[in-house]
Structures are given as structure tokens and as C-alpha cells.
């Protein structure tokens, strides 16, 4: 079985599935997805992704604010990740981190909100998920200055294996989504052979970043299914030996959800 440990639940499009969030999550099941990571991305919407997580066993949620929010202020924001990061959903703080390709003009700000983060997943002892595109070295600055063990993960990578391998050195796992069967994305798939199985973990990022054979469509749980087959085959592993590997990579880094 898989575990979808990166998604959006409040964004994905229920149009196939009868607008129904039950059917959506049973359909990932059908297709060996049965655990799932709800992202949230700001103060906004942490009720609603943690109202996900309260009702449905198999959701669990985490706390944090993207750095495209619109709001990236950090007042008052250790309180809040703190403060809900102590409900028995929340598993994780973020998703937080850098994006100087999107928001160059941002990254002082998008880096005080980062240090809270990463100061609230210390205090509180959840993992930390990332966020990172174009701020390589600050990134790493950060995440490496306190090395500890099942630090975080780098969600959705898509830099090279010099920057994964600093990481993994630090604490950090590494997620691969659907990028990785992009035509283009030769890079990805270049530095997602080299992670270390036991570090590894995949991802849909629903509703965006849909694998291929579904590129172009909104994104889904279930299709972390094709995400890994395609990551199997690349790496010369079996299918079932992915899919448990990850899996118990994710319990091992949320270890606060609920198997």
C-alpha cells in the first residue's frame, strides 16, 4: 500500500468522484493509495484541512504557511503552529520554505517565515515539509544548522543530488512527484535514482503536477500509484518493494499519525 504524503485535499477536484471527498479517497484506495498527508497552506485554511483530517481516519493534516501566501507575516505565527501543531491530526509543520523562481522579490520575508517554522518544528517535534525552488543555498543554510534526526522532507524536489544528498545528511528525506515522468524532467529523474530508498518518499502535490499518462488533467491521490510504478522502474526496484519502503519511510518521519 501507498501513502500519498503530500496534498491538497481542500483544492482537488471532485467533478469525477460526484463532488464527494469519501469518493475521491475511496477511489485512491481502490488503486492501492491509503494513506494520506493534507497540506495546509496558510492560517486561512488550517481549519479546513484540519476538519479533513478529523473526519476522515485515514487524512492526516499538518500546519503552516506557504511562502507564496499572501499573507507570510510572522506575527504572532510561532504561537500559532504551536499552538496547533498540538492537535492529534496535525503531523507536521509547513508546508513552509522558499521560492525565489515565483517570489524573488519576497525572499526576506518568505525567510523570516521560514526560521519560525523551522524554530516551531524544533519546539514542537514534528518534521518539517519544504517547500524550496531557486534559494538553494539559503535553504540549505538553514536546514543545516541544526542537524537532527527525522528533520523534515524536502517535498515535491526537483534540484540535483548535491543539494538532496546535504539534505539526507541533515535529517531530511526526499519527496518525488509526478515531475518526475516529465518528458523534460531528465534532472529529476538523474537525482531521484540516487536517493537512498530508506529516505525516499512520493507525492501527488493533488491538484497540480499530474503524472503522466494523466498530464494536463487535475491531479489526484490515487495517481501516486503511477508515480511510483514509474519510480520503480527507474530505479530497478520492485513495485511492492517501493511502495512498503515508503510507506514505512513515512511513519518513520510522521511518526505522530496514526497507522
Not at 59 to 71: F, I, R
Not at 84 to 112: C, N, P, R
Not at 199 to 217: C, H, I
Request: glycine residues 6%.
Amino acid at each position: 500500500m501507498l501513502v500519498d504524503s503530500h496534498c491538497h485535499l481542500d483544492r482537488i477536484d471532485l467533478s469525477e468522484h460526484n463532488d464527494s471527498l469519501e469518493q475521491a479517497l475511496s477511489f485512491a484506495e481502490k488503486n492501492g493509495v491509503n494513506r494520506f498527508l493534507c497540506i495546509a497552506t496558510g492560517k486561512d485554511n488550517f481549519e479546513f484541512v484540519h476538519d479533513i483530517a478529523i473526519k476522515h481516519a485515514a487524512v492526516s493534516c499538518t500546519v503552516g504557511v506557504h511562502p507564496l501566501s499572501k499573507s507570510i507575516s510572522t506575527e504572532g505565527l510561532l504561537e500559532f503552529l504551536v499552538e496547533k501543531g498540538a492537535s492529534e491530526h496535525v503531523v507536521g509543520i509547513g508546508e513552509t520554505g522558499l521560492d525565489g523562481f515565483y517570489a524573488k522579490e519576497t525572499l526576506a520575508q518568505q525567510m523570516d517565515s521560514f526560521v519560525v517554522h523551522h524554530e516551531a518544528s524544533i519546539e514542537t517535534g514534528l518534521p518539517l515539509i519544504i517547500h524550496t525552488r531557486d534559494a538553494r543555498q539559503q535553504t540549505l543554510d538553514l536546514i543545516c544548522s541544526k542537524p537532527r534526526e527525522n528533520a523534515g522532507v524536502l517535498h515535491c524536489f526537483t534540484e540535483d543530488w548535491d543539494m538532496a544528498k546535504q539534505a539526507i545528511d541533515v535529517g531530511y528525506f526526499v519527496s518525488i512527484s509526478g515531475i518526475v515522468t516529465f518528458r523534460q524532467a531528465d534532472n529529476v529523474r538523474e537525482m531521484a535514482k540516487k536517493i537512498p530508498l530508506d529516505r525516499l518518499l512520493v507525492e501527488t502535490d493533488s491538484p497540480y503536477l499530474a503524472p503522466v499518462p494523466f498530464r494536463g488533467k487535475p491531479c489526484q491521490p490515487a495517481y501516486t500509484k503511477q508515480t511510483a510504478e514509474f519510480l520503480a522502474e527507474l530505479r530497478g526496484e520492485s513495485f511492492e518493494q517501493l511502495a512498503k519502503q515508503t510507506t514505512e519511510n513515512f511513519y518513520t518521519l510522521f511518526s505522530k499519525a496514526q497507522r
